[in-house]
């Protein structure tokens, strides 16, 4: 069965700092991956997918930046988080078959002070 | 402009009553609709979909009704019970080969023992 895998699970990191956030999923080839960001009192917004290795597709324009250096692992980072980067950043991925249903991992809750 | 809206912010039932959950939305051109459940601090666990060429999709005690005149969907659980707890997101795609999920605001739904 295919699992998926984020760390860390919780962090705190100061203004300015940077970020590197970590998935990996396992059990299937070819995925479509995708990060999410859950801010306080809103719904998931989609920030990142790919649909290969180095194909990375960017939703909204941000501070952050996602990289596809393997074919199961994604990666979220920052060069200099800012305080609205806080939230909860959850990958997830989708048959290559398939984009219908994504399925999500635990989650990293960022706060960034 | 939000495209997935879940209008109601909390929900909460007697165990063994039906549950029902709203979501409207505005796009027409999504023809693929989603309902994940949320527990604090986990990701979202896919619970059930429906193309837009149907109008009900039943699963167990989760059937999900699509109104596609009305551009509105609804989740029913029955009979409800207190493990249902959870925060539940309303998602939606058009079709092609458009990866994004717009996710609603989600509904927080409690049943009380």
């Known amino acids: 069965s295919q699992t998926i895998h984020q760390w860390p699970a919780t962090l705190v990191q100061p203004v300015g700092s940077p970020l590197s956030l970590e998935c990996t999923v396992e059990?299937?080839?070819?995925?479509?991956l995708y990060w999410y960001r859950q801010a306080a009192g809103r719904g998931l917004q989609l920030l990142f997918y790919?649909?290969?290795?180095?194909?990375i597709s960017s939703e909204v324009p941000q501070n952050l930046s996602a990289s596809r250096p393997q074919d199961r692992q994604f990666i979220l980072s920052s060069k200099k988080l800012l305080l609205s980067d806080s939230g909860f950043y959850l990958c997830?991925?989708?048959?290559?078959?398939?984009?219908?249903?994504?399925?999500f991992g635990p989650g990293t809750r960022l706060t960034v002070l | 402009d939000q495209q997935v809206k879940q209008n109601s912010p909390s929900l909460s039932v007697q165990e063994g009553r039906i549950s029902i959950l709203n979501c409207d939305y505005t796009?027409?051109?999504?023809?693929?609709f989603l309902w994940y459940k949320k527990y604090p601090a986990e990701g979202p666990t896919f619970l059930i979909s429906?193309?837009?060429?149907?109008d009900k999709n039943e699963d167990g005690r989760f059937t999900v009704f699509l109104n596609k005149s009305a551009k509105h969907l609804s989740l029913h659980i029955v009979p409800s019970q207190p493990g249902d707890s959870a925060v539940y997101f309303c998602?939606?795609?058009?079709?092609?080969?458009?990866?994004?999920?717009?996710f609603g605001k989600g509904t927080l739904l409690t049943v009380n023992p």
């Open positions: 997830a991925w989708s048959p290559w078959t398939s984009d219908n249903e994504q399925f």
């Open positions: 059990g299937t080839s070819n995925p479509n």
């Open positions: 790919s649909v290969g290795i180095g194909q």
């Open positions: 796009n027409s051109m999504f023809d693929y």
């Open positions: 429906i193309s837009s060429i149907k």
């Open positions: 998602a939606a795609k058009s079709g092609g080969s458009n990866y994004k999920l717009t």
